[in-house]
T-cell receptor, first 113, second 112 residues
Framework: DTGVSQNPRHKITKRGQNVTFRCDPI?????LYWYRQTLGQGPEFLTY????????KSRLLSDRFSAERPKGSFSTLEIQRTEQGDSAMYLC???????????FGSGTQLSVL | GDSVTQMEGPVTLSEEAFLTINCTYT??????LFWYVQYPGEGLQLLLK?????DKGSNKGFEATYRKETTSFHLEKGSVQVSDSAVYFC???????????FGSGTRLLVRP
């Protein structure tokens, strides 16, 4: 059990550019979640996958955001035409079949200049 | 909507002091309640949970009791250690929901 892995750890980009983050969950965890955390706030739910199916998307996830989980393994979160308000820590979590005990990665810190 | 409110930090204590971090919630039904902890440089991890009223969750010397009458889930520890320094998040999960709703977190700093 190597834990949830997220890459990159840090991403600096210019406004208007596209960025993509990757999450590798704990193997055999069928549930995968993306959250966003801004400074001084708790994580906010973005989206949820059960295996490869995206079952819920938050209203926070505008049409510039897209997430995939091909084959129910790793997941990617893409933000198109980034805005300064997208600057945040993007957290990935996985769980083996419960929504209660989530295992979080260390996150990807996005800074949009 | 459903929400969680935590006391603001940072909370600074000396080693072996008693800890209380307050958490209250607003929910339309009867949620499960959690405390997650984030140690420096690490991901959030579940510390303890309680799934119904009057349940007490406990782990690593920390305790919290689900109080329906006061809609609270305060975190307590009798004697904190330097290694307890971290950010603590209270959270709720509604029945048949996928998403945890977190409070804003409380930073704890324990001095030797």
């Amino acid at each position: 059990d190597t834990g949830v892995s997220q890459n990159p750890r840090h991403k600096i980009t210019k406004r208007g550019q596209n960025v993509t983050f990757r999450c590798d969950p704990i193997s055999e965890h069928n549930r995968l979640y993306w959250y966003r955390q801004t400074l001084g706030q708790g994580p906010e739910f973005l989206t949820y996958f059960q295996n490869e199916a995206q079952l819920e998307k938050s209203r926070l996830l505008s049409d510039r955001f897209s997430a995939e989980r091909p084959k129910g393994s790793f997941s990617t979160l893409e933000i198109q035409r980034t805005e300064q308000g997208d600057s945040a820590m993007y957290l990935c979590a996985s769980s083996p079949g419960t929504n209660e005990k989530l295992f979080f990665g260390s996150g990807t810190q996005l800074s949009v200049l | 909507g459903d929400s969680v409110t935590q006391m603001e930090g940072p909370v600074t204590l000396s080693e072996e002091a008693f800890l209380t971090i307050n958490c209250t919630y607003t929910a339309t039904g009867y949620p499960s309640l959690f405390w997650y902890v984030q140690y420096p440089g690490e991901g959030l991890q579940l510390l303890l949970k309680a799934t119904k009223a009057d349940d007490k969750g406990s782990n690593k010397g920390f305790e919290a009791t689900y109080r329906k009458e006061t809609t609270s889930f305060h975190l307590e520890k009798g004697s904190v250690q330097v290694s307890d320094s971290a950010v603590y998040f209270c959270a709720l999960l509604m029945d048949s929901s996928y998403k945890l709703i977190f409070g804003s977190g409380t930073r704890l700093l324990v001095r030797p």
